[in-house]
Every structure is written in C-alpha cells, then in structure tokens.
C-alpha cells in the first residue's frame, strides 16, 4: 500500500523559505509523477509543481518563479522549497502521488 508522509515547518517567517519534505513508502519516488498541492483558507485546491518519474519537473506558472522540487532516490523522498513566502502562502500543503495516493497534509502558517 502505498502511502505518503509531509514534513517540514508549522510556521514560517514572512520573506523566508518554506521546505517541505514527502516521504514515500510502498512506492517509489521513480516510478509516476509526484505532486505538490496545496489549499489556502477559504480557496480550492491549487496545483504547485510534480516531478516526473524521469526527474523533469513542472510548475504552476503563478509559483514558478518561487518554487523548487527535487527528489532523494535514496531515502524515496521528494520536497518542495518555496522562497519569499507571504502570508498568502498560509494553507494546507499535500504531496500527491500520480493523483491517487495523497498524504494527509500538513498545515503550513506564514506570520511574523
């Protein structure tokens, strides 16, 4: 069964980086496309980035310019850094799996 597991911080600095980490079990961070998604208070789910089971990766263009996923092969993990972050940037972050295994999520505050 595969299952996917966030990490990272709880709250975050306005202007600094938020790093995110999934880890992967069951499954291989090679195999599918891996996703980061998240959702802001009072707002639809919206797409950041995947990496592809190749390595490429893509991203939202309204994140792009501030978004970065690689992967760890060796500890099956993928992560999301995200720079100069806002308050905007407040919500739920989820690591997806070929859109059909989600991690319960991880709620992510960005305040001074």
């Known amino acids: 069964q595969v299952q996917l597991q966030e990490s990272g911080p709880v709250l975050v600095n306005p202007s600094q980086t938020l790093s995110l980490t999934c880890t992967i079990s069951g499954g291989s961070v090679t195999t599918g496309d891996n996703y980061w998604i998240r959702q802001s208070p009072g707002k639809a789910l919206e797409w950041i980035g995947y990496?592809?089971?190749?390595?490429?990766?893509s991203y939202s263009s309204s994140l792009k310019s501030r978004s970065s996923i690689s992967r760890d092969m060796r500890k099956n993990q993928f992560t999301l850094q995200l720079n100069s972050v806002t308050p905007e940037d407040t919500g739920v972050y989820y690591c997806v799996k070929s859109l059909d295994y989600w991690g319960r999520g991880t709620q992510v505050t960005v305040s001074s």
């Open positions: 990496i592809t089971a190749g390595g490429t990766t």
